[in-house]
């Protein structure tokens, strides 16, 4: 460890030009089954950041997820949300050069305050603590989906086949499935749902797609950072709004529509006020239905990740367990959103 | 073959054991542990439960009916892949309430058993 933090530090002097640097704290943060990452304080003496800096690197585990970006993908997706004023750490460098400490890694900003869902799911916020953050959350989707292709720097990240987000989701959820081989009736019910009631595709914008209540930072009632872009692809707008809202991420809280924190009515007030955009509220509940989908085959993969022996683990094990919870979300919502219609 | 206590009561004080009286000495992962340990019990308890009811037959009976009612194979033990098979293949009608009931009620039979507390 101590060792790896030298080669941090050491790499960090350089690239500020500091005549010294001293490592004030360095430890593992939790999270992150696909890559690892440190935190890292230092004491920083001349170049171009001096003073106590607060970093985190972060870099590939020793076992990478094929279908998730690689850290220099990452890299220039955070660069391109930072740049469109979403309020992500700050990318700072990118060293693709192995020999510095046998993985490829980046270096950002470190933010203040916890991602943790529960402390803020079950935090004592008032009602208009909770509904500034909500207004935050609409506003961050909004700023990030003013980045539109093409983008040069952004080539690695393809297209929607045929201009049709959804669609392509249904036709990518379908073959998870089938490469599954215990049957689920119930998703291959929903995604003929999906299939059958695709909405009019709305403009292609970058989404960062895992945007939800656990990946981003609070500090008080302030968002400080939107976390984990390795899943950001071309995608509609009302992709990251229905994650957002998804029930399987309110946390205990179902009856505050927006990631357990707040009401869906306020985030797309914000949305709209930032981003000029009205957007349709029954797209928004289409794409939760397309949200418990994933999820459910997130949860499938995961768990025969244990069962193959690739990894055994209770944990997940345990969330295998929890499809018939995506399912049973999926058996009410879909008649729900076919009333309101 | 006779084998007192039964396994359902070995579970059940096993996990009693681990809740009241380990898990509230631990904090952090090991406390996240040992309550994914209870969770997993208790799963493993309610199954032992719903099997003692014939909770598994009566669902996999609602099933086969269905199945032969659609003029397909009604075999309980491949009843979902069948299921399954017949959606993929859109030879089943997504908007008919019966196969909607037979949904929730697989549904709900694996809920009782993983997190009957998710059941409205």
Redo the contacts between chains.
Sequence with gaps: MSSLADTFSNFVARQTGARSVRVIEFDKLSGGAIQDNFGLTLELEGGDRPGRQAFVVRQDAPSGVAESLSRPEEFRVLQAAFKAGVTAPEPLWLCEDREVSGRVFYVMTRASGSASPRKLVKGGLTEDQRRHLVRRLGAELARLHTVRPPMDSLAFLEMPEANNPALSRVALYRGYLEEIAEPHPVLEWALNWLADNAPEPGPIVLCHCDFRTGNYMVDGDELTAVLDWEFTSWSDPCEDLGWLCCRSWRFGADDREVGGVGDKEDLLASYREVSGVDVDPAVVSYWEVMALVRWALIALQQARRHMSGEQRSLELALTGRMVAQMEYDLLNQIPELEEGQ | MINDPDTRDLLTEAREVLLDSLAPGLAGEQKY?AL??A??MG?AIREIEQRAEGEPEATDRVLSQFLAGHQLPDDPLQG??T???A??E?SLD?DDPE??SV??G???A??RI??PG???
């Design positions: 542990q994914m340990i969770n997993a799963m979902e892949q299921l399954a098979r959606l993929r859109r997504g196969l909607r949904l929730r697989l549904t709900e694996r809920l993983n997190n998710f059941l409205k």
